[in-house]
């Protein structure tokens, strides 16, 4: 009995790994009609990626989930370089650690993809009654170009079909190849009680269903074999090399000491990478691939002819003269290096694709689900808010410009840093060893981290004309992530992070550096910037009521924070005017607009200063305008009004009723 039926959607998302959720976070989050589908029947509960990065979590901050993460989580910010010692033994080089600790609330962690994936469906939940359809599986596109232009037309069908239970799959059992309904070596005692729900497959119908859907933008999130970028004829380009990993979860019975540290671990026999995470469990990246001795050429064997004991046997070999054992497996695959990489990531930017759609390259740099969620993060905001009517159709052009960039820097580390692990040649006297390694880790740092975007000039980042002679201050450069500082609240004393005050709800923040308001000309300054806001100043229309909002979730899409510099016990919450401190005349004051960067008696890491991190006066402060996803996209004095309207007209869309 085969049904079918036609619907129409704003937005479709294929795929629901990391960056296909993170995308449907932005759906949720701005209300947007919005469709999330997976073809395997379950998220993912055990391996596959677990390495979080500093700007990944600053990310989760912002959405509301990283306690969580906090929780749970592995902290990994200390390696180790265990090289061999002149009598055959191995000797520990390190610890090293980054220069860049204090540059985020944040430190690098280990969690496994399961769990993130668990946070992002939640936060979805929360925000909406958006929910992946699981089971379901996209067949056949079509896209008529000529719709392109026609904002309120649906240029793409799509059709998909719902799986009966003979053909569904499930992610990430043990090897990850098998179709079954409960991945195997999954049970409840290996899986947080939150999951348990979603381990047991939810009853389905048997029929196969197929439904043609007609959507607006349609957004392949659908992994390294991406379906959606064969539809629209997206080359991947590279290639693969010979060199089988083998990675494996496990708890280990070990006498090697740095077992629970992060690290790398060199011998003649191959080069390891330790992973510490949580639960016990610690994670070994471990070559092989076997060098014939006589010809030095990697013998040529089946990847799927490999098995767990055969990854243990390599890392015994290389942690040899320490032991080596486990009882408690909790995942294991084996994968064969491959850099690729997509030309373009979008179709007319109405079909884009997002993480390893377009980018695939070794995991053992750790970025995988770090530069796929991201570039979910991206592009999810700027479809939402374009569907949603309120932001420039022009700004989807962004997506490209901004992250393809990115993902080339990706595979130039991953090219970098994986060759270390797998030249043939016996590791240099250890010294030389260790000493390329902290140089790769060192020179991609920023990048790797996400302390440094690098997204160029565009409608959404306003550059400066010389980056090396900023406007408000060095560490104020647009394109890129606004430098995170803790901060009091003028109101209570209480104290927060930028990364949660600048949450990722759909809106951006007219954020003003007040400066010093004890002293008389400046709060004048500050006064005429916020009769410019109230909507005062002749001739000039408030940014606040200029453009359009989404119905029903803010009544503007610009969101005003103020930060001072004065100390907090010599300014009152009430020192500021009433534009800036405004909730709705009906319901009061909101206590959490107004911000002070002192320092804070019980706080350390409020440490009051915010403004020589981002290298600006303290008395004359500035403006800027973040974008929704923290990123600097406009800076300026407080003058600048007409500079400012100017960037945010190129942006957002003028509201009806605006004067
Ligand atoms: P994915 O997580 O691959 O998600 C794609 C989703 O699309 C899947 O759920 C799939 O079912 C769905 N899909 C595909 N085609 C269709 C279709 N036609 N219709 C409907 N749905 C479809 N990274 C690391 O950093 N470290 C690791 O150790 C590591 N190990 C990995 C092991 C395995 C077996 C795999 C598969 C990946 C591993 N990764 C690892 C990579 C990491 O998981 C990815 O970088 C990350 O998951 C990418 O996220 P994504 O959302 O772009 O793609």
Redesign the pocket.
Known sequence: DNHSSESHTDVLI???????LMAAYWMARCGVRARI????STK?FT?????LRIRTLEIFDSIGFQHRVQHEGHVAVEANFWVPSPDGKLFRQGPFCSSKVNESPFHNMLLS?GRIERFLIDSIKEHSDLEVERG???ETFEYDETLNDDPIAYPITVKLRTLGENEVNS??GSG?ESPQSVPSGLDRSNILPDDWDDLIQKSRSQQTKTETVKTKYLIG???????TRKQVGIPLEGSSTDHIWG?IDVIPVTDFPDIRRLGTVTNAAGTILVIPRERQLV?LYVPVQVVDAASNANIRFNRSSITPEMIKERVQAILKPYTFDYKICDWW?A?QIGQRIAPTFTKDDRVFL????VHTHS?KV????NM?MQD?FNIGWKVALVVAGVANPAILSTYNTERQILAEMLLDFDRHWSGLFTENRPPEGGPGKTESMVKVVESFEDFADGLKAFYGASPLVCKLDNDQDPILGYGLVPGERFPPVKLRKQADGNTQWTTRTFESDGRFRLVILAGDVRDATQKQRVETLSQFLSGQLKEKVSPLNRYAAIPGRFKSLIEVVTIHSAPWNETEFFDFPEILRKLDPTMGWDYGKIWCDDACIWDRDCNGKGYEKWGVDRTRGGVLIIRPDQYIGWVGEFEYIDEMTQYLDGVLIRAVCGQ
């Open positions: 294929i795929g629901a790994g990391p960056s296909g589908i997976d073809k395997n993912v391996g596959q990626a677990d390495g993809q379901v599986i996209a992610p990430g990850g999130c659908d992994g390294a074999h991406s379906w990675v994670r695959t994968y997002a993480g390893d759609a995991p750790g970025l995988g689900m796929s979910g």
